[in-house]
């Protein structure tokens, strides 16, 4: 059975199937209306259950419309409506969820509840967010580079700002698919040692500096992300520490001519990034939310058809 727990477990020809099938079965489906079926439904009759602690615009929707459009269906739950959310235990969870649907998709605060969730689920489980990781955004962030640059290797990402679980699903990725990953972050916000030290011991070219220019300084892409991450407390002090790592139209003319910006969205303009930034010709921020459909079918498929 297959998990989609972190990009660190996936391997890399996996990993550069999934992104293949995502484009593919995008081009496949190109002038359909929105809530058509797909020409070729690889999923009839699954169901797949998702669960959030927290907020969710794109990951929900996008998981909604890919499982319909793949020919399956979709069960919405809050956990605070749980059982769950009443102290009922996650392995008798994830042991009854398993009888009702083929796959649980899972964004909670904390990452050991998704993988205790996946050791007792007999279905596959898919992260959908959690404080360490966000695999799923990462894929669709990469299927946004491949449809602009054509490749991913030999391209330079620079993320500036919090090493955040977003940024951590970038360093998963960047020795498997052999891009250099500049990150930009002040002390106190860097991404986790061990993370780090995976994808350094694992051949990726990962680069940490205090320095947002140096970041940047001829990248392809520079990526932003919120300063404020849900479940962070300390949002006075992050907005403070964070100031000098805002993408501005400055910050971005010292990554190359030719360089686009990424953002996960939600974003919050004038904080991590500027307007003009996000909203300007550089700016691919809406193909990457609209590769979240597309990204997440191609993971719901590497999950249940094998
Ligand atoms: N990028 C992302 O995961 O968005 P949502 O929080 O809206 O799902
Ligand atoms: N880093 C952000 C990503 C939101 C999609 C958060 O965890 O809130």
Redesign the pocket.
């Known amino acids: 059975m297959r998990h989609f727990l972190d990009i660190a477990d996936i391997s890399a020809s996996d990993l550069k199937a999934i992104l293949a099938d995502a484009r593919a079965m995008k081009m496949a489906r190109s002038g359909l209306p929105k809530g058509a079926s797909d020409p070729q439904e690889a999923l009839p009759g699954r169901a797949l259950a998702m669960i959030f602690e ?9 998981f909604d419309m890919a499982i319909r459009q793949l020919g399956g269906s979709s069960l919405v739950l809050n956990a605070a409506d749980m059982q769950l959310g009443r102290g009922e235990s996650i392995p008798d969870t994830a042991r009854v969820l398993s009888r009702f649907v083929d796959a649980v998709m899972i ?1 909670a605060n904390a990452h050991d509840d998704v993988t205790e969730f996946a050791h007792h689920a007999d279905v596959p489980v898919i992260n ?2 959690t404080d360490r990781s ?1 695999p ?2 990462i894929v669709a962030d990469l299927m946004t580079l491949q449809e602009h640059f054509g490749a991913l290797e030999g391209l330079t990402l620079a993320w500036v700002g919090d090493g955040n679980n ?1 940024a951590t699903s970038f360093i998963h990725a960047a020795p498997k698919l052999g891009f250099s990953l500049n990150l930009g972050c002040p002390d106190g916000y860097t991404p986790h040692e061990d993370d780090l030290a995976y994808a350094t011991n694992s051949g990726g070219k990962v680069e940490l500096t205090r320095d947002p220019k140096a970041a940047v300084k001829d990248a392809d892409v520079v990526i932003a992300d919120t300063f404020i991450s ?1 479940g962070d407390k300390d949002a006075d002090a992050r907005l403070k520490d964070l100031a000098p790592y805002s993408v501005s139209e400055n910050l971005m003319a010292q990554a190359k001519s030719g360089a686009v910006f990424l953002h ?3 974003a919050h303009r004038g904080e991590e990034v500027a307007a003009a930034v996000i909203d300007g010709p550089q700016s691919l921020v809406f193909d990457e ?1 609209e590769n ?1 459909l597309h990204a997440q079918k191609a993971i719901l498929k590497w999950c249940l058809v094998q």
């Open positions: 927290k907020s969710s615009t794109r990951t929900r929707v996008s964004r959908g967010l966000h799923c955004q977003v849900m996960c969205l939600p939310a979240r």
